[in-house]
């Protein structure tokens, strides 16, 4: 088992100009830790993971696996597994002989290779599966045959790229909930790249953000949802996306002060972000963000002393089963609010909407990065 260490790595292609993917790319990944490289296509995520593979050379920065600095190390010498985005298998072997080439290659000993086959595809439900071949399987079966390569080489790291992308909306859901079982069953450290917040939100340990080859925050899922660092990120992170909204911070008499969205005035709480620190926008427009669930249509909301209340039209009603989806304009501004199933908002309604300022994000216009705590 190992860890791994990625140290002010940089990875920049020739050309005129060069091109650099990765920028300065600082990361502890401990030992049997799920950790997630999230961001939009071209962010540099998977050039990351083809690094720490051994597949793209490392252009500046030194990387460790375990206590080894493996820069100049062949991918075969490296102690890690790779299952790719299109599967990767040969259409010619059977499943057996698919799980147990790597072994045949390392010229381990028949039995070993049978056990360790055996165990893989009953860990993973393909025992029946084993005298077929590729074509005669379904995605989500090519999918666990690829993991299963993987694993009888009982490798120190496992390195996915975009395993899921391939399949059905069904299929990735539960395959989700598989690969996240696999990694506490063999407590390995698994590296997984994907563009699908969701499945980084739902399987990793932790998140790293990444936009045009930068690190942009690593945290917890649950801690990248509640306090993004910066714009990208809360917009990023979160389905629907997070709204957002012009204000300007104004300091009433009281001392106290509040963001303003045209006529409405949304309180900036003391234990969102410090007197001293927002005093510094007083005038100043800022961005605000809220997510969709802390819009509130309820009328015990309404005079809340936590609450802001906007005035909307209503667009679009989208009914999902246990909650709906209003899309509103408020002030030439689209926002979309996730409320109970039994709202009985329809388009062309004119609502009041309470914005829960306990949840509210305020970010610099400007720097884009969050003031809010």
Sequence with gaps: MAGISL??????????????????FCLEIDDK??????????????????????????????????????????PKDRDIAMVFQNYALYPHMTVYKNMAFGLQLRKTPKDIIDQKVKEAAKILDIEHLLERRPRALSGGQRQR?????????????????????????KLRASMRAEITKLHKRLGTTFVY??????????????????????????????NLYDTPCNVFVAGFIGTPQ?????????????????????????????????AKVIAAYEGK??????????????????????????????????????????????QGQNIIARVPSRSSAKAGDTIKMAVDCTKLHIFDKETEQVITG
């Design 285 to 330: 427009e800022v961005l605000l963000g809220i997510r969709p669930e802390a819009l509130r249509e309820e009328p015990i909301y309404m005079d809340q002393p936590t609450t802001g209340v906007i005035e909307a039209e209503v667009e679009l009603a989208e009914l999902m089963g246990a909650e709906t989806y209003l899309y509103l304009v408020s």
């Design 7 to 24: 140290q002010h790595i940089f990875k920049t292609y020739a050309g005129n100009p060069p091109v650099t993917a990765v920028h300065d």
């Design 33 to 74: 830790e799920f950790i997630i490289l999230v961001g939009p296509s071209g962010c540099g995520k998977s050039t990351t993971l083809r690094m720490i593979a051994g597949l793209e050379e490392i252009t500046d920065g030194e990387l460790y696996i375990g206590d080894k600095l493996v820069n100049d190390v062949a």
């Design 145 to 169: 045959v690829a993991l299963g390569r993987a694993m009888v080489r009982d490798p120190a790291v496992f390195l996915l790229d975009e395993p899921l992308s391939n399949l059905d909306a």
């Design 242 to 274: 997070m709204n957002f909204f012009p204000a300007t911070i104004r300091k009433k008499e009281d001392g106290h002060f509040v963001a303003a969205f045209g006529d409405s005035l949304f309180p900036v709480l003391p234990d969102r972000v410090e």
């Design 193 to 222: 790249v994907t563009h699908d917040q969701t499945e980084a939100m739902t399987m990793g340990d932790r998140i790293v953000v990444m936009k045009d080859g930068f690190i942009q925050q690593v945290d917890t899922p649950q």
